[in-house]
Each structure stands twice: as C-alpha cells, then as structure tokens.
C-alpha cells in the first residue's frame, strides 16, 4: 500500500472533514481541522530550519498537542521521538542525545527537568512550549496561527524513517526502535483488522503516547479509518469511566493494571459503560484468573494482544471468541500478515507443551535499532524478530507466554519460570500482586524470592503451603519480601531491573 502516515490525515479531512476527530479537556476538534493545525505545525518547522530527516522529540502527556506535533512532524519529513515524560532527567537526556534529536516539543511542567540537563544536551537547537507559557519559548497554538495550513510540499516515501520508540529499558538502556511509514501503515491497518474497528469507533486514548502500543495501534489505526479519538493526560479510574459514559466510547486498550485495579471496585457500578464494545489489554501478562474477573466486572469483548515495541507492536492476539475457554493465553495465530514461530536454541520448532522462544516477522517490524548494530543483529535475524519471550503452544494451537528468557531463574540445575509461580500466587486470596526474582544463593547458585503486595504478612510456612498444592518443591519461593506497591514502567511492566537492585 503506497501511502505514508501523513496521508491518514489528509485523507481522513477529505472524507468526513466535519466529523470529530480529537476530543481532549475542553476541546472538540474535527478531522479538517487537526488536517490543517498539524500541516502549520509542519511549515513551522521547516521555518525553523528543519529537514527531511532530522529527529524531533516530544516530551509531553497525552494530549491534543501531542497529536498536532507529531503529525507535523511526520508531515515535514521528520521523525518524531517521543520520551518517556516519568523517565529522570538524565534518562532523558540520554535519548534525546542517543536519538540526535534537533528540536523539543515539551510541556511547561517539564522545563525544570530540561534545565537540570540543559548543558549535556549535545543536539537540541530549539524548545517549542505545546502545552503551558513561558515567555521565552515559542507556543504550538501562536505557531499554528502564524503559518500556512496547506500540506507542505514535501516528498516522503512509504520506505522513509517515520519515527523512533524507545524500548522501557527493563533489561537496561533504553533501545529506540526505528520505524518506516510503510512499517506503521501495515501496523495501524492490523488493528483495524484485529480489535474491527471503523469509522463510528470512539477509541479511548489513556496509555501514553510515547509507547508503540497507544501510538501505533491506537493514534495511527483509528486515524487509518477516521474514527474519533477520546484522550486522556493520564489513567485516573474515575476520569476514565466518565469519559466512557459522557463520551459514549466504543474501544479500549490498557495495561493490565487497569483492569486488575478497577475490577474489584465498586466504582465499575457508578457508570455507564455499556457503550465499550471491546476490551483489549496487552503489555504484560495477566493471568487467567485476572482475565476471567476483569471480564465478568467490565462487560463487553475482551481482546488479548500479545506483541512488543520492536515488532510495532504486532504479535498474537486472543479473539473473543476464545476468552471463556482460553483465558490466559495470547492467542492461536499471529496478528494479520504475521508470522510466529516458536523455536529452541538450535533454531528448530518445538512440539506441543514444549518451551520455545517466540520469533516474529512481519511487513511491520522495525527497521533497526538506532545506532545499535549489534543489539539490531542479535534481534532482528534474516527477517524475524527474536523476541526474548518464552511459551508454549497446547494441543489446541494456543500460545501461552512462561516468562522473559532473561528472568528466568536457574536453581540447582532446575529451570524456574517467575510468571507461573506469580500465577499461583494470585490466586491467594490475601496477595493482592507478586513479582518473582531470582537472588543469589550459596547451595542452589539462585533461589526464587517472592516480593509481595499483600493484605497482611504471610508466613513463609504458609506461602509454601498454599504453593505446594500447585507447584513442584523447587519452584516454591524460599523467601518474602514486601512492598506497598511495584515498580513498574508507564505500561505497566513490572520493572525486574529494580527488585533485583533492591535484594540483589
């Protein structure tokens, strides 16, 4: 298909030019008019002396801004850079560094970052305020209003670099994945596909932009078919839920977390939801249990979307259709025009019930890691992506994530797989998250130890009683550990990294 990202716009303004396209705060706006502000935002730019090319970074929430600035960017032959807005200032001023990015989009709430590593940005020429003023800066909405509205006369091709997304850095630095326009069409066009959505959708937009996920899936393939975008700054369960009711919403996409802190609340019954059509979740696992519970407390279809950053994210999804009988897997077959593949070390298929790492491919994959040879050629191998992930695949052709081959715990030559042990412990009904580690141990080289949030303290005794109904001994947890809640990304990943740091 011989188009490129900014075309979903224009083509989106041509065939329902009145229709709402961005719904955010006290903002309507319809699809001529986001056409024309993101086609200012884009002459803007190449008056700054942008070109064709060069990186661009947005630090800022969700928010109609957001859209408006990346979309310009696009449109001027750039590629945008979104940054993580929760990272640390030296965080951020290790991508924007790494991504040679020339220009700053940014809230006001984030200058005292920007000043804290305003001498150790190598490349940024100039900030543009988008959200909040401060004399110094230059505004979105002045620019919008100073330059011309018509699309700029710039020739991008579907082959061109579009953007770049920066892994959550769960196993260490940050990885910016570099996508092509032709990459991000093909994967705003699977969605559409996967999750049926259509012109009259309401798609509900609170993961944040700066992850593939809510971008590429859910900005980009609701654009791909013109459908109207609910956003939100950020996850606030009550915000969230009267959007859905006042705004008549139709899709969704989160975090598990989302659903596991509202299922058992009563807040569900406050609203009116009734209008969400489908459910989907993605981003970390969730076990079946949680699946079953979110499920009976929200209504509607539930989808399950397996897939990472690097492959757009495309991957594996789990219909409706399957969810009561299959709850906890990622699915049966690769997201439209892809492929997966479960493999052993040597590289050959595994058979049923056996663990294998995950491997895609698909016209949606990244391009490369930005200047990142050899992480690009450890992950990327004669088209396929390596995830990382290992699973299993049933007799029935189902999917089912054991854990991240990097967070696997050997112990005494036994493999330990932390997820299944984290799913045994959910279903106690006193424990109300877990995340499983593996520390180091004199006897066994490595021991897996339990860092709970819990209603009460559990006894190591009683923990390995209630395992042992499900687990073999040597799975079991030999120590605890609790916390009131657990480090996670912005996506809700629980971030391993920092447990270990915590009891390495």
Not at 189 to 206: G, K, Q
Not at 268 to 289: N, T
Not at 322 to 330: E, I, L, P, R
Not at 449 to 464: F, P, Q
């Amino acid at each position: 298909m011989n188009i490129v990202v900014g075309e979903l716009v224009a083509r989106s303004a041509r065939k329902f030019a009145k229709k709402e396209a961005v719904v955010f705060a006290e903002h309507r706006w319809n699809w001529q008019q986001i056409e024309e502000m993101s086609n200012a935002c884009a002459h803007a730019l190449l008056d700054f002396g942008m070109k064709k090319g060069d990186k661009i970074a947005l630090l800022m929430r969700n928010c109609d801004e957001f859209i408006i600035a990346y979309f310009g960017i696009i449109k001027m032959g750039g590629v945008a850079v979104p940054v993580n807005y929760k990272l640390a200032p030296p965080e951020i001023e290790y991508i924007l560094n790494h991504s040679d990015s020339r220009m700053l989009f940014l809230e006001a709430e984030y200058l005292d970052a920007i000043s804290q590593i305003e001498n150790r940005i190598t490349g940024i020429e100039k900030k543009i305020l988008a959200r909040g003023k401060q004399e110094e800066y230059p505004v979105l909405w002045d620019l919008i209003k100073s330059f011309p509205v018509d699309a700029p006369q710039v020739e991008i091709s579907p082959d061109d670099d579009a953007d770049i997304i920066y892994t959550s850095g769960t196993t260490g630095k940050p990885k910016g994945a570099l996508f092509t326009h032709q990459a991000l069409i093909e994967v705003a066009n699977l969605i559409n596909i996967v999750m049926t959505m259509d012109e009259p959708d309401r798609i509900l937009e609170v993961m944040p932009f700066f992850h593939s996920a809510p971008l590429h899936l859910l900005l980009l393939g609701g654009t791909y078919v013109s459908a109207t975008h609910l956003v939100l700054s950020e996850f606030d369960p009550v915000a969230m839920l009267q959007m859905i009711q006042d705004e008549k919403a139709t899709q969704f996409f989160g975090a598990p977390v989302v659903f596991s802190t509202l299922a058992p609340t009563p807040l569900l019954q406050q609203f009116d939801i009734s209008s969400m059509r489908v459910w989907a979740y993605g981003g970390a696992p969730m076990p079946g249990e949680a699946v079953k519970k979110a499920m009976a407390a929200f209504g509607g279809e539930f989808c399950c979307l397996y897939g990472l950053t690097e492959a757009g994210p495309g991957g594996c999804v789990l219909k409706p259709a399957y969810h009561d009988w299959k709850a906890g897997s990622c699915g049966n077959q690769g997201h439209v025009n892809c492929e997966m593949r479960l493999i052993n070390a040597e590289g050959n298929d595994v058979g049923t019930d056996e663990v294998g790492e995950i491997i895609l491919k698909s016209p949606g994959i990244m391009k490369e890691y930005y200047q990142n040879p050899e992480a690009t050629a450890a992950t990327l191998r004669d088209g396929w992506i390596y995830t990382g992930d290992l699973a299993t695949r049933d007799a029935d052709g189902f999917y089912w994530i054991i854990d991240r081959k990097k967070d696997m715990i050997i112990s005494g030559g036994e493999n330990i797989y932390p997820k299944e042990v984290e799913d045994v412990l959910s279903l106690h009904p006193d424990i109300i998250e877990a995340a499983v580690i593996g520390i180091g141990d004199e006897k066994w080289g490595e021991i897996p130890l339990a860092v709970l949030h819990a209603a009460r303290e559990i006894s190591l005794e009683e923990l390995t009683e209630f395992c042992s109904q499900h687990l073999a001994k040597y799975k079991i947890p030999k120590r605890i550990e609790y916390v009131d809640v657990l480090p996670r990304t912005a996506t809700g990943k629980v971030l391993k990294t920092e447990l270990r740091r915590m009891w390495s």
